[in-house]
């Protein structure tokens, strides 16, 4: 594959291990980047609250959980039957007020001891135009598709965006001083923002993230949309809507994540893991009980059973079990 550019991102100081416990935070970038490291067998909390594009809404709901305050009981909604909260992203959902309350209660609480617990949080952040809802004069996580009367969208003021910010890494810091912050700006455009306001709405989030790792040394910037942006410059690393990055963008961004971010132990992990799941899906040609395949799921077996002693691959472990128990029932009859 060849890409225009190939420049390596700056290498994070404090590097991510095997045993690293990380939170990912924002937008659905956020939420792909977090995946590959579960995949990957590191310990994740992934995007709790759901896909939260701006910094503001991020901001009140880490600030909420970490100081144990309640989701604001007017800004419930209910559509159609299902409720929501204008804070948080409509995956979130109840069939009623009162169990989405205790389910928001839930999340709140873990994500609060996740963070406290955690070694990374890899923030990232999607777009700093906001939505206000007119009634309360507040911004909004997601419209949960009400009518869009009832909202005003601008662009969120630099300075009042440095200072949420700002205020949200104090509290962050309070929480957890041990915690380092990766912060990257999604390279996924809003078109609908039209593509002008997209570009200021990302230059402003990218000074504020460099102002950030400017004033705090635990505070580190990916440049996820850079790479996006000049390294794939090219359509053919773009979903068919030609706004979302496709697998292969990912994979890309999720590689030069790996080089800057992780230790030399986690690499090496992460190639010989990457082998294993590929054996972990290969399936046989000519049937499951043939002795050549009996042979390949027992030593499939025996370098899972020597990685149980670093991650945890009980499923796996019991996947390939299975499997070669299967075989030999079947040569049995």
Known sequence: MQFHTEFSPEALPSRIGLKSRVVTLGSCFAEVMGQRLVDHKLTVLNNPFGTIFNPV?????????????????????????????????????????GELRDKLK??????????????????TLGSAVVYRHIET??????????PGALFERYLYHIDHLRDDMTRLLKTLHKA??????????????HTRDT???????????????????IWHTWVHYFPAYELMMDDLRDYRFY???????????????????????????????????????????????????????RLFLSRLLTQLETLSKRVNVSAELADVSGRLGKCIMDNVR
């Not at 989701?71 to 009623?96: K, M, Q």
């Not at 839930?106 to 923030?123: E, G, K, M, P, S």
């Not at 957890?176 to 455009?189: G, I, Q």
């Not at 706004?243 to 090496?268: C, M, V, W």
Request: charged share 20%.
């Open 137 to 146: 004069g507040k911004v909004v996580a997601n419209c949960h598709k009400m």
């Open 239 to 293: 979903e068919a809507d030609m706004i979302h990055p496709n697998a292969q963008a990912h994979d890309y961004i999720f590689s030069k994540f790996a080089e800057s971010a992780f230790d030399t132990d986690l690499r090496g992990f992460i190639t010989e893991w990457a082998q294993i799941r590929k054996s972990l899906a290969h399936r046989p040609l000519y049937g499951d009980d043939s002795p050549v395949h």
């Open 106 to 123: 839930v999340i709140l609480a873990t994500t609060a001891n996740a963070i406290r617990q955690a070694d990374f949080l890899l923030l």
């Open 195 to 213: 593509l002008p306001l997209n570009s200021v709405s990302k230059s402003t989030l990218r000074v504020i993230s460099h102002e950030l790792t």
């Open 57 to 97: 809404s991020i901001a009140k709901l880490v600030t909420m959980a970490l100081q144990g305050t309640m989701p604001d009981e007017n800004r419930y909604l209910e559509r159609d039957g299902v409720w929501f909260h204008y804070d948080f992203h409509s995956s979130l959902w109840a069939t009623s007020q």
């Open 176 to 189: 957890n001083p041990s915690l380092k912050v990766a912060v990257t700006v999604s390279p996924v455009r």
